[in-house]
């Protein structure tokens, strides 16, 4: 297979300046989301892959407790039904606490905020990404900055830099995947599909249109190189199979599958007031313009059709699945995988007053609808009484602000008696942090917040700097790689 001809500019070794901005932007996301970082691991789905996690790093094992999972799987143990890459990312952090708080008898309370912890890493690597993708495809670096940021601040993204699910990490690994691609890394591009795959291993869907592109432009050697991770990671998945299910292809669902009629999952995830990507993610109005101006530019072609056929799938499965509403969860979750590498092409659009005013009013209205998330538990509507029947609202999470911030301040002590009390709480670290530890636990939560600010005042001004050098200088910030 010969060489494709992919234009120089999209071959990016980035400048050292733009390297700094990114490294800023990395840090400065994550600080933010430390401060509203929940501390604590409140959803279903977070909770089976921390009990991996436990299993992995106490018992090496892959089990979980029947309280967490009714999967049964080998021996008759019990197993979660999820990727094990988020499960895997745990086990570092959780494994530092176990050793070091093993006998302080709250190794669990410490083990929950060290895992969930990673979820601002993560989301913060992913706004880094965005940027990258949207620098790749022409964008200049504000308008990147602003996709980059507004794709998880201006839309239903946010609460998932503070909750334990592993939709953030897959789109990570397909925003790396495709950026990669275009800038002729093939191995680096199959390391992000790698990571898209172990998080969630519907990506495999999108593994032969990422792989056929890296095979048409940077031939045999390339494709080779890109199959290196992939085939790890699909083997790593199809063993964890085996060692739960006997199987290499059973993955636990059971009876769960894509039973849904395409028309009706369609309509709740445009029209459902609970669901719908239009109300959780306005800006996502802007995304047919941004891919009309991709195909209009024949030298990024191949970054529409990457995009485009990763979302199309993702729709199409989102759609047709038995759960379309991803269960419990904020807004259309089970899009974000393919609304998020989407969001990037924006960037480029953006080459006026009038769509860049557009972008910003769309992606403010997207987090005034999520803001609520950031202190109230996206579970707390669990409580309510009817229980919604799809998932949280956006007007009754806002209604619940005032009601838990009572709470919080007027009975920050008191104990937990129904297990599900932590959800009348702020959902904050440091809120738990007390509740935990009482008064010592309140004065760690103020000396963390406190430097944390100071981490975010820090890295703003560090971040401004940089942009403004990179903006001075006009910087294409894409010059040839050499092969």
Known sequence: MARGHAPETMRLPLARSERRLVAWLFVLTAAVLLLFQEGAITGYDGRVMYEVTRSIVERQSVTVPHEWSPVQGLGGHYYGKYGIGLSLVGVCPYAAVHALAAGSGRIDALGEAAVSATMPLITAALVAAIYLLARRLGARAGPALLVAAGSVAGTFLLPYGKELFSEPLTALGIVVGIERTLAGQPAAAGGGLAIAILARPQSLAFAPMLLFTVARRDGIKGLLHALVPVSASLLLTLVYNLVRFGKPLSFGYGQEGFTTPFVRGAAGLLLDPAKSVLLFAPVVLLVPLALTRLWRTRRERDAFTLITTNIAITFVLTATWHSWMGGWSWGPRLLIPGLVPAFAAIGPWL??????????????????????????????????????????????????????????????????????????????????????FKRPGLALAVAGTLALVGMVVWSASRLNRCLQVVASRQEVALTPDHH
């Open 351 to 436: 080459d006026g007053r009038a769509r860049w005013a557009a972008a910003v009013a769309l992606l403010t209205v997207g987090f005034v609808a999520s803001a609520a998330t950031l202190v109230v538990s996206t579970q707390a509507q669990q409580l309510d009484t009817p229980r919604p029947p799809i998932g949280p609202g956006i007007v009754r999470q806002a209604e619940l602000v005032g009601p838990t911030v009572r709470h919080s301040a007027s009975k920050l002590y008191q104990p937990d008696p129904d297990g599900t009390n932590y959800l009348r709480y702020l959902s904050l670290w440091q809120v738990g942090s007390a509740r935990v």
